[in-house]
């Protein structure tokens, strides 16, 4: 699949200098223990993981190396010094290795989804909530009683998440406010779709969605303004 878009948001995270950087999930697809498609079909032929993970970990690189040549700059000129909280929270689909060990234990402590690296970025597990500034990060969040993520409207997710929250999972761009009683407001934000390929199991009408990354600007306990940063304008100002 095509990955200069990698190259695009690595450019983007220097230009903004966040203080916070958060891959929200599903950085890697894991074809080769998709449990969706049957072996010898056209997704999963010839597939193998070790060149999944080399493939997944070098656009890892890529997308730090901006990051780290900026950190080093600033260093060595004696500038203002940047060093972002990262964190790479871990999704359904980096899931699926876990999911294959746990059906098939013969193979518990060889690998797991850790596999996957972006160098510097601290890592967490599937639908652990990091909490930073007042807003919850997760891959998407769970009801607590079947497991399945919370859908809906955004004004739903935040009566049933409770607090400001920035989740990955869907396709497209869902973003909301509700102001609760006392003058407390809190914004809900789905973003899951950061990808080039189209996906062919959504078929001819489902790959139109909103793709690209998002800046939250004036963070501040659970207050944000949100800056969505396209696929079409981040290839306008760093494909060249």
Not at 49 to 55: L, S
Not at 185 to 203: D, K, N, Q
């Amino acid at each position: 699949m095509p990955t200069e878009h990698i190259t695009w948001a690595a450019q983007a995270i220097v230009d903004y200098l966040p203080d916070v950087v958060v891959m929200i999930g599903d950085w890697a697809n894991v074809d080769s223990f998709n449990s969706h498609t049957r072996p010898g079909s056209a997704e999963t032929e010839g597939v193998r993981f070790k060149q999944e993970v080399d493939f997944v970990n070098e656009q890892g690189k890529i997308l730090v190396a901006p990051m780290e040549a900026e950190i080093a700059k600033r260093k060595r000129l004696h500038y203002k010094l940047w060093n972002p909280i990262r964190k790479y929270l871990g999704g359904n689909h980096e899931d699926r290795v876990d999911r294959f060990v746990r059906d098939n234990p013969v193979f518990e402590g060889m690998f797991d989804a850790g596999v996957f690296i972006i160098p510097g970025f601290e890592r967490h597990k599937f639908l652990e909530i990091v909490e930073i500034d007042g807003i919850a990060y997760s891959h998407y969040f769970a009801n607590t009683h079947s497991g399945r993520p919370i859908g809906g409207s955004i004004d739903n997710r935040l009566n049933r998440i409770g607090k400001s929250f920035v989740q990955g999972h869907e396709q497209g761009l869902l973003y909301g406010i509700r102001q609760f009683p006392g003058s407390l407001t809190r914004h809900g934000l789905v973003a899951g779709s950061f990808y080039l390929h189209e996906e062919r199991y959504r078929g001819a009408q489902g790959n139109d969605e909103w793709r690209g990354i998002v800046v939250l600007n004036e963070v501040n306990d659970g207050k944000y303004d949100v800056m969505p940063l396209s696929m079409d304008y981040l290839q306008r100002k760093y494909g060249q």
